[in-house]
């Protein structure tokens, strides 16, 4: 269960095949990119060391998010602060969601903590449970770690759900993903990064790989109460971010246009996708909160059977039979360009030419 290769993750083809051209719909990221003109890597900057603590990238969300320096802790990619946080801070329960990002549960038992789980409905369309009961949950576990919007079913959990429960257990830990927040429309208000100052039990874990298209370059970091960064600077490692990411990071502060054209694509995109579902009989769709869709198969034929024939049209979307909960055939894709978007729809629509194969 903890063996680095136990999860299979979205971006991996199996068969080497269909590699070549694939359209990708598996992993959650921007389909288009930040950069007009290719990066260059200085080679003076190679021969030197890094800042020791990221400094470059926590400057970046410093004026980006007009952050506290002091709140930030620079990473490389969100990942490495999923690992830090039940290890620095000693937890010994931690409650998860269900399905959700399988690297939490991973993180706590290899801290040596044991893991409860909130389960998710489809009845209900995966929505987080109230707080009378989230609270009745909490009761033993020195941890809650949650993602909003969470992976991969696209539901929100409201910051004022977070809040309150933040505010009514003040001894326990609230760890919050928001790797797809910018992805929302009314981000940065959904977003806990500026109420960590008067929540010292709330640590944020933000990502800039999804928003800017920056899957193969890990950015990242945490966002905590100063005296809590303190706490984690005494278990994290030192050079963890590399030259490279520092140097991209400083080219990101000047991304103003793309973000507001990503966000453009993103709205029209999302209604349009989910309008195009709903015409679908075959398949159910839920989340969509941010940019992409979880989607249970109600075909004739087998799951394995339609996702055969996505990949024979050069489509790869995220096979999510492997999270717990979502056995039932359930799959994912995130929403790109109109264009490719169009090539996904109409393979959706011949489903019904597969079934009648069938």
């Not at 010994?92 to 044991?114: C, H, W």
Request: with cysteine; charged share 20%.
């Amino acid at each position: 269960m903890n063996s680095l290769y136990h999860h299979r993750h979205g971006g991996q083809a199996e068969s080497g095949a269909y590699k070549k051209n694939l359209l990708d719909f598996s992993v959650n990221i921007s389909p288009i990119y930040p950069f007009d003109e290719p990066l260059t890597i200085d080679s003076a900057a190679l021969q030197v060391y890094p800042s020791i603590d990221g400094r470059v990238i926590r400057e970046f969300y410093s004026r980006r998010f007009a952050l506290d320096d002091a709140t930030v802790l620079a990473l490389n990619g969100a990942v490495e602060g999923i690992y830090l946080l039940p290890r620095a801070l000693g937890i010994r329960r931690m409650l998860l969601l269900s399905p959700s990002f399988y690297e939490y549960g991973r993180a706590a038992r290899i801290a040596g903590a044991e893991t409860g789980f909130v389960r998710l409905s489809p009845c209900e369309g995966f929505a987080v449970p109230s707080l009378e009961r989230l609270a009745e949950q909490l009761e033993g576990f020195d941890a809650f770690f949650l993602a909003n919007p969470n992976n991969p079913t696209g539901t929100l959990f409201p910051q004022e759900l977070t809040m309150a429960l933040a505010s009514r257990f003040p001894d326990k830990w609230f760890f919050v993903d928001e790797a797809f927040i910018q992805f929302l429309p009314d981000f940065p208000e959904a977003s806990l990064m500026k109420r960590v100052q008067a929540f010292r039990n709330i640590v944020v874990v933000h990502s800039l790989t999804k928003f800017y298209a920056l899957p193969g370059l890990r950015l990242g970091a945490l966002v905590a109460h100063p005296d809590t960064i303190g706490r984690l600077c005494d278990f994290k490692e030192p050079w963890t971010v590399n030259a490279a990411a520092e140097g991209v990071a400083r080219e990101l502060a000047s991304c103003g246009e793309y973000e507001s054209a990503l966000m453009a694509l993103m709205a029209t995109e999302r209604e349009r996708m989910l309008s195009a579902l709903s015409s679908m009989p075959a398949m159910r769709a839920a989340g969509g909160a941010a940019n992409f869709f979880l989607v249970q198969w109600h075909g004739a034929c087998s799951l394995d059977r339609f996702l055969e024939h996505l990949l024979q049209r050069g489509i790869m979307v995220r096979d999510c039979r492997n999270f717990e909960g979502l056995e039932e055939n359930y799959f994912r894709f995130a929403i790109r360009t109109r264009s490719e978007n169009d090539v996904l729809l109409e393979a959706f629509r011949a489903v019904q030419e597969l079934q009648e194969a069938c």
